[in-house]
């Protein structure tokens, strides 16, 4: 008799025993409280100097946007960094199909994912060209314009800077960067993102 209440309490957790789900408390268990100092831990903009005024040892690099684009995009590879915010810098020369070059210093952030509660994948324009007095000009007013819907229709050059700096993950080193823009968006590129 012993032996039957003994193999009784011994089996009686199995059979009493069912899966338990958070559907089954009042409490919700894998709530995780947010940290207090997370907003501490939000992107923070580096302030850096703009960069040197493109001289005649500028390397300038053809972008492919497609083919009735209007314009004559370029970036200068030497402009090219990667900031200490993890932002790419750089000069981008939009010249009109007049000839005239319209240049800017420039800042991409990349963002984690697109779904990110944090900052989502920005530009900012930190400068504009004088190519008479060969100075920069500041914005009054400098932004970060997010890069959405945008990327094929309103601004398709910033569109394929994204694309080549930004998807598959920021490269770790200005010569990466160098290297998938090459890749991904000059005029011999394999990769032409237009629709």
Not at 57 to 86: C, E, G, M, R, V
Not at 88 to 111: F, Q
């Amino acid at each position: 008799m012993q032996r039957w209440i003994l193999l009784l309490a011994l089996a009686a957790p199995a059979v009493f025993a069912q899966s338990r789900t958070d559907k089954d408390t009042l409490v919700n268990t894998r709530y995780v409280e947010r940290n207090p100092n997370e907003a501490d831990a939000q992107f923070k903009e580096a302030e850096l100097a703009l960069p040197p005024m493109p001289g005649k040892d500028a390397q300038w690099f053809d972008l492919y946007i497609k083919p009735d684009f209007p314009q004559q995009p370029q970036i200068d590879l030497n402009s090219i960094t990667l900031a200490p915010d993890n932002t790419v810098r750089y000069v981008l020369n939009i010249r009109s199909a007049r000839g005239h070059d319209n240049l800017s210093a420039e800042a991409l952030y990349c963002s984690e994912s697109a779904f990110s509660a944090k900052k989502k994948s920005s530009y900012k324009v930190y400068g504009y060209g004088d190519t008479v007095n060969n100075r920069w000009i500041q914005p009054r007013n400098p932004q970060w314009k997010e890069i959405g819907a945008i990327l094929n229709t309103a601004d398709p050059v910033r569109g394929v800077l994204y694309r080549a700096f930004c998807e598959d993950g920021l490269p770790g080193s200005k010569e990466k960067l160098v290297q998938r823009l090459k890749e991904r968006s000059g005029t011999q590129s394999k990769f032409h993102w237009t629709k």
